[in-house]
């Protein structure tokens, strides 16, 4: 079953398209549900998608699609212009403004380098709607020099979904002894887990399983100049 938000936004989504043939804006949809930011959109927008109501068109911006609608819930035709037997038309593409921007919170620094304390901050960071994927994120700001090789420097803003699994040769946010932090590729060695930079410098970290654990993955990079 949809939440009671979750259900609200579709029918909000089907019935502008029904009636204009064009989505509404993330500004649109959060002043039609009421709520305080767009990042509040953006999280309803994704549990969407994990659950198959939508899905984001491949090389468009914000483009997804409307896959299906909960029983009982129709869509709003659009009238025709003559009476006509209307064929059913194919799901039409949500566009959602591709100035959209959220905001997602800036949890301190994190190591690229040696793991350093991962500091919880109450900052905000606004980031581009179009660059995070479905799930929940949050930011880092990345500290030291050993993702340089993977396009990963000192300075920037890691944007990472939040998940506890990661597949072999993802980056992550790895938490190493409960309290210090960094980023590196996760991989398997043996019975141990090592944690691998992108930077000829600098050494693999390997330790216990049960030593490190997955805080999320790397989902795009912000840059500022």
Same mark, same amino acid.
Do not use: C
């Given at each position: 079953?949809?939440?009671?938000? =979750?259900?609200?936004?579709?029918?909000?989504?089907?019935?502008?398209?029904? !009636?204009?043939?064009?989505?509404?804006?993330?500004? @649109?949809?959060?002043?039609?549900?009421?709520?305080?930011?767009?990042?509040?959109?953006?999280? *309803?927008?994704?549990?969407? !998608?994990?659950?198959?109501?939508?899905?984001?068109?491949?090389?468009?911006?914000?483009?997804?699609? %409307?896959?299906?609608?909960? @029983?009982?819930?129709?869509?709003?035709?659009?009238?025709?212009?003559?009476?006509?037997?209307?064929?059913? $038309?194919?799901?039409?593409?949500?566009?959602?403004?591709?100035?959209?921007?959220?905001?997602?919170?800036? /949890?301190?620094?994190?190591?690229?380098?040696?793991?350093?304390?991962?500091? @919880?901050?109450?900052?905000? *960071?606004?980031?581009?709607?179009?660059?995070?994927?479905?799930?929940? /994120?949050?930011?880092?700001?990345?500290?030291?020099?050993?993702?340089? !090789?993977?396009?990963?420097? +000192?300075?920037?803003?890691?944007?990472?979904?939040? =998940?506890?699994?990661?597949?072999?040769? +993802?980056?992550?946010?790895?938490?190493? /002894? !409960?309290?210090?932090?960094?980023?590196?590729?996760?991989?398997?060695?043996?019975?141990?887990?090592?944690?691998?930079?992108?930077?000829?410098?600098?050494?693999?970290? $390997?330790?216990?399983? +049960?030593? %490190?654990? %997955?805080?999320?993955?790397?989902?795009?990079?912000?840059?500022?100049?």
């Amino acid at each position: 079953m949809l939440t009671r938000k =979750q259900h609200e936004l579709l029918s909000f989504i089907s019935d502008r398209l029904g !009636e204009t043939g064009v989505s509404p804006s993330f500004e @649109e949809m959060k002043e039609a549900l009421d709520l305080k930011s767009k990042s509040g959109v953006h999280r *309803l927008v994704s549990a969407l !998608e994990e659950r198959n109501f939508i899905r984001r068109l491949p090389n468009r911006a914000r483009a997804l699609e %409307v896959m299906r609608l909960p @029983e009982g819930m129709k869509p709003l035709a659009a009238a025709p212009r003559s009476p006509a037997i209307v064929a059913p $038309r194919a799901p039409m593409p949500i566009l959602a403004a591709a100035n959209d921007v959220l905001d997602i919170p800036l /949890h301190g620094r994190i190591a690229a380098g040696l793991p350093i304390e991962a500091i @919880e901050g109450q900052s905000m *960071l606004s980031v581009p709607a179009a660059l995070l994927g479905p799930g929940e /994120h949050y930011a880092l700001e990345v500290s030291g020099d050993s993702m340089v !090789e993977a396009g990963i420097l +000192d300075g920037d803003y890691a944007l990472v979904r939040r =998940q506890e699994e990661a597949r072999e040769g +993802d980056i992550v946010v790895a938490l190493v /002894h !409960e309290h210090e932090a960094t980023l590196k590729y996760w991989r398997h060695e043996g019975e141990l887990v090592r944690l691998d930079p992108a930077n000829r410098a600098h050494d693999p970290q $390997r330790y216990a399983p +049960d030593e %490190v654990r %997955v805080q999320g993955r790397l989902a795009g990079l912000l840059r500022r100049y």
